[in-house]
């Protein structure tokens, strides 16, 4: 099958919402094509009372048909739904919202009102029809835009399916018009994740929406995005100036913010865009023109982050960044947890062995629980201080350093929270060297290991390798259980080449008896079923160890975390999030610049 077949294919499948569409349309109706209209009562209700729900309708139940259901509160529906919304066995976002939508908004009139709650509340767009029929159906009733809380455009493309440049321009469905259209239609927005697919299309009436009307925005993201067009909006934008203490006001309750790969972007943009983020949380500036100097002085003190990555920026200075590291109220008051200094092996360092300590020594961290230092000359000193200052760590980016086996080894004694460690690029430490790593650290916390690909492709023959636990690390037990002691299985994981992990799989998993034993691994054909014709899709899970090599700061909640969080207590910058991704937080274009690009 050709491309441009396969997008057609792919085109005519049921897209984003489009259940809804006929749902609310006048020609059907949610209970059996009657032509009328939802329940507006219901849905101006819910639009307006947020999560707090009135039950008046003291007759719906005679008017849809006698239901138990149906007599029970509004509350008690809305919390049941939510229950049947979140599937946390879904293959993704979309897959789990069509299902909902074909089968819960269909019961009646009343839980399809409900329901539109939910089906609105996540936005997430991959093709330019997705949104198209998106905006269509808020135009048409302006009410649905109330339920809307996130744009999620990781995964948009119109690229690469047998379409040229021109055709793109042409289309006229994803345009700077269009969107900021859907942001006026969307008070509540509380989460815009964009990408580089779409930087074309973020011009300054875009931005000048997203900074200074949308007061409960709390993330955006605009990973990758480096085009003319779009530095020359934020040239254009203007903050509008408020008063840090009205709750009301606009960036207030911007959070989280990511200029991730931004590298187009010129540094008086920063001085304009970080100087209003007061209660700024989360800040990924990877590979941008930012400097140390505004950092120090444009950066409010009244933030308190607990991620920053500052890792590929070339402009830092040693002197600006060393203050800043140990001195700025923004990070200096324990609330660091998620930190990245990485640099390329090529670049110039602002940080040699002697400033590198120093920083690490004053860097007033003690929960931190991520960190990266790919590229800095860390030695055993450095590695020992590491160990000391940061007890709670749980990943460690060490890669082109100068380290050898013996200061690995030291490094994981007795340490029993580091899960993942990467040491790619250590020319003093080989395969060999690795596999006695493992060897004398079995049975610790110790979960994953980055290392280069080909030494780890040749150690595991690209499947897996045991490893039995070593008459040195078994001084305490006898012999008898010694030899009764389960193998551990590391198995191999790449990302085409670009990089790649061993992970220690756990005797309780499934896959420890197949890989242990070398059977063969299951099949990759297509199944459908015979009565339906459709598809039989097998959830191929990714391993948890891959949140602890993430290289992008994650600015958003996560779609399944949303049944974990209150509304009110998230907007008050109440909730504690967690430091790791979770696995539909980063896809598309995120978990690219996440796990591929080294």
């Not at 969107?179 to 000048?208: G, K, M, R």
């Not at 990943?395 to 029993?416: A, F, Q, R, W």
């Not at 799989?505 to 009565?531: G, Q, R, V």
């Not at 993430?550 to 109440?574: A, D, H, M, P, W």
């Amino acid at each position: 099958m050709g491309l441009s077949e396969r997008y057609y294919k792919e085109s005519s499948a049921p897209l984003f919402l489009s259940p809804v569409t006929s749902a609310i349309s006048d020609e059907n109706s949610v209970d059996g094509g009657d032509g009328e209209q939802p329940d507006t009562s219901i849905s101006e209700r819910l639009a307006t009372n947020g999560d707090g729900l009135e039950d008046k309708s003291e007759n719906r139940a005679a008017l849809e048909g006698f239901s138990p259901l149906l007599s029970l509160p509004l509350e008690i529906l809305y919390q049941i739904i939510e229950i049947v919304y979140y599937d946390d066995n879904t293959t993704s976002i979309n897959s789990n919202l069509e299902n909902f939508s074909k089968t819960i908004p269909l019961l009646s009139k009343t839980i399809n009102t409900i329901s539109l709650r939910f089906l609105y509340k996540y936005a997430i767009f991959n093709r330019p029809h997705s949104f198209d029929k998106f905006l269509q159906n808020v135009i048409k009733y302006p009410g649905l835009g109330q339920f809307v809380e996130f744009m999620d455009f990781q995964m948009f493309t119109s690229v690469g399916l047998g379409r040229t440049g021109r055709m793109n321009q042409e289309i006229q469905m994803v345009t700077s018009k269009t969107i900021l259209q859907a942001l006026s239609l969307t008070p509540n927005l509380v989460e815009f994740l964009a990408s580089e697919n779409i930087q074309d299309d973020l011009d300054e009436h875009v931005l000048d929406y997203l900074f200074n009307c949308l007061p409960k925005l709390q993330a955006l993201d605009f990973c990758g995005a480096s085009s003319e067009s779009f530095v020359s909006a934020f040239h254009n934008l203007i903050i509008q100036p408020f008063s840090r203490d009205d709750e009301s006001e606009n960036l207030s309750n911007l959070f989280k913010i990511s200029f991730h790969d931004c590298s187009s972007l010129t540094p008086d943009i920063f001085t304009k865009v970080l100087s209003p983020l007061y209660n700024l949380r989360r800040l990924d500036l990877t590979h941008t023109s930012i400097t140390s100097s505004i950092l120090k002085t444009c950066l409010p003190c009244t933030a308190r982050l607990t991620h920053l990555s500052l890792a590929k920026c070339s402009k830092l200075t040693t002197k600006d960044l060393i203050n800043f590291l140990t001195t700025h109220p923004a990070v200096v008051n324990d609330s660091l947890e998620w930190l990245s200094l990485q640099i390329d092996a090529n670049m110039v360092t602002p940080l040699n062995e002697v400033y590198l300590f120093y920083t690490i020594k004053h860097l007033k961290a003690p929960n931190l629980r991520y960190l990266n230092l790919g590229g800095l000359p860390v030695n055993p000193r450095i590695l020992k201080l590491i160990k000391n200052q940061f007890p709670v760590l749980e990943s460690l980016s060490i890669s082109h350093s100068s380290v050898e086996m013996s200061d690995i080894v030291e490094y994981l004694d007795s340490n029993t929270q580091i899960k993942f460690l990467d040491i790619s690029g250590c020319k003093r430490i080989s395969k060999f060297n690795l596999s006695t790593i493992l060897k004398r650290n079995y049975g610790s916390q110790l979960r994953a290991v980055e290392f280069d690909y080909k030494s780890l492709y040749e150690l595991t023959a690209g499947e897996s390798t045991k490893i039995t636990q070593s008459l040195n690390s078994a001084s305490t037990v006898n012999l008898l259980s010694y030899q009764t002691t389960l193998p551990e299985i590391w198995k191999f994981y790449d990302n085409e080449g670009r990089r790649a992990w061993i992970y220690k799989i756990a005797p309780t998993d499934p896959d420890y008896e197949s890989t242990s034993s070398k059977k063969t691994p299951s099949s990759n054909l297509t199944f459908y079923d015979l009565e339906t014709g459709e598809k039989i899709v097998q959830r191929v899970k990714k391993p948890s160890f891959l949140k602890y090599a993430s290289r992008k700061i994650n600015c958003s909640i996560g779609y399944f975390n949303l049944n974990t969080v209150k509304k009110k207590k998230y907007l008050q910058n109440e909730l504690q999030e967690s430091v790791w991704p979770d696995e539909f937080s980063e896809r598309g274009i995120y978990n690219y610049y996440s796990l591929n690009v080294k």
